[in-house]
């Protein structure tokens, strides 16, 4: 019996008893008479390939015809991407208020997010015992974004990312300083300091601020990777209050824009795509909905629908009616 070989076929190692590279092609449950081999450099004749023995460390490409095109690819993949992470789902969600983990997760699925938030907390050593978060939400799969919710000062929210990097190797993150804690609006003065140390410290900050065109930039300018308008203050689901000022840090930016706080219902989050928003990331609207595993949906289908009536270019606003039919040839 031959001995079996290693080889390397098509840039992977591979081990095999095939005497010649006829059998090894067989062996790939291929037919010789449909594929080229090239081994170490040189074509090898199809002619040969029953004849042409194998060497141990052999390296060989085994290509064969297929349609022109990548079919491999998605028709129109729509994707947006942050900090060299790239995404399909445009939503993004918080995993706070929720009754239970159970539900969380439940409302995560049914939302298609590939990104939630994570609030930066002090473990249970009372209890060590009770769930938490990555028991229900796996962060291998879901990619977890460490905030700094809570946080009123820059240092205050330098320090929580310092530990979120060494509880879990997070470079991207979000940022969140708030002024005061009646209408958690951002304090834009130390928000922008710690940005400029985060950044300067290798995190990737996306970044919570006011619907300012101007802050956003200087935002922007200072190392933030994302730029994140509110819509309305947080938790108050009163939709997107100012759709110009949105609308004009979009268009300025340089970086992905997401709407974040403010979003109601579904309506709210298919209006910031419609500004040409790159997403919305959302928390209390679908964890104090009424039913919060369909609201997810409901808001899976908003983003998207939003996005897409966007990518189609909406019609022109007129101040008088124009008629769908034409008047001309009336009976």
């Not at 004749?45 to 297929?66: H, N, Q």
């Not at 539900?103 to 994570?118: F, K, L, P, Q, R």
Request: one cysteine or more; proline letters at 5%.
């Amino acid at each position: 019996m031959t001995a079996s070989l290693t080889l390397t076929v098509n840039g992977e190692p591979r081990r095999s008893s095939a005497a010649t590279i006829a059998a090894l092609v067989r062996e790939l449950e291929l037919k010789p008479e449909k594929v080229a081999v090239e081994r170490n450099g040189t074509i090898v004749p199809r002619s040969t390939l029953a004849e042409a023995r194998l060497a141990d460390g052999d390296v060989l490409e085994i290509v064969t015809f297929v349609g022109g095109g990548d079919h491999s690819a998605k028709v129109d993949e729509d994707t947006w991407s942050v900090a060299g992470h790239t995404f399909r789902s445009r939503l993004i969600v918080g995993t706070g208020k929720y009754k239970d983990f159970a539900e969380n997760a439940a409302a995560v699925e049914a939302s298609g997010a590939e990104i939630v938030t994570v609030a930066v907390r002090r473990v249970n050593i009372s209890d060590p015992s009770q769930p938490v978060l990555m028991d229900f939400i796996d962060p291998k799969r879901i990619v977890y974004l460490p905030n700094t919710a809570g946080c009123f000062t820059a240092d205050e929210a330098i320090r929580t990312l310092r530990l979120a990097r060494e509880a879990g190797g997070w470079e991207l993150v979000k940022l969140e300083v708030l002024g005061e804690a009646r209408t958690l609006y951002p304090d834009m003065r130390e928000t922008l300091k710690a940005t400029e140390v985060l950044a300067g410290e290798g995190f990737k900050p996306m970044v919570y601020c006011v619907d300012d065109p101007i802050g956003a930039k200087q935002l922007e300018d200072a190392g933030a990777v994302a730029i994140m308008p509110l819509g309305a203050p947080i938790g108050s689901g009163l939709g997107i209050q100012n759709r110009v000022t949105i609308r004009l840090i979009v268009e300025g930016a340089k970086v992905p824009v997401l709407v974040d706080a403010g979003v109601g219902t579904a309506s709210d989050a298919a209006v910031a795509m419609e500004l040409g928003c790159d997403g919305v990331l959302m928390n209390t609207a679908i964890a104090e909905a009424k039913d919060p595993i369909r609201m997810a949906r409901a808001m899976k289908l908003a983003v998207e629908a939003g996005r897409e009536a966007y990518r189609a270019g909406r019609m022109g606003t007129r101040k008088y009616a124009d008629p769908s039919s034409p008047l001309a040839g009336l009976i």
